[in-house]
């Protein structure tokens, strides 16, 4: 469903990295052989993903109201997985419509051939479905 390992590589292929020293904190987003603030060499350089990196960014919309609205959704979708019943009387129209387009999302992925190894053999095919 929500491919987070997907979004970016290792922090060397991140499209956004940054290059930091672990002595002075130095940062940049080109490639160091070295600390021009301190002169440590390149052993002391770290690289990391940056705060354009997709997987950053994820994180970020995660932290908004409607972050939380689709984290509540999909902590409905692993109650409704591991057996509890669900109505919509237990969900409001917000989370109604956040589930439809996750499981719009989920039939798309499906079709493409990159979201059936990420869904359970016991849910694929199946909607998401309330009494």
């Avoid at 469903?1 to 979004?7: C, I, R, T, V």
């Avoid at 591991?82 to 992925?109: K, N, P, S, W």
């Avoid at 079709?111 to 694929?124: E, L, S, W």
């Amino acid at each position: 469903m929500l491919h987070q390992g997907g979004l970016c590589g290792p922090d060397e292929e991140c499209p956004d990295r940054v290059f930091r020293c672990r002595g002075c904190g130095y940062s940049a987003q080109t490639e160091l052989e070295g600390c021009p603030a301190c002169g440590a060499d390149w052993k002391a350089i770290d690289v990391s993903h940056g705060p354009g990196c997709p997987k950053n960014l994820l994180e970020e919309a995660m932290d908004t109201p409607n972050g939380a609205l689709v984290r509540r959704c999909f902590r409905i979708l692993n109650a409704k997985s591991i057996g509890l019943t669900i109505t919509l009387a237990d969900i409001t129209e917000e989370e109604f419509r956040v589930l439809e387009l996750i499981e719009a999302e989920r039939q798309e992925q499906i079709k493409r051939g990159d979201g059936g190894a990420h869904v359970p053999a016991n849910q694929r095919g199946k909607g998401v479905s309330f009494r």
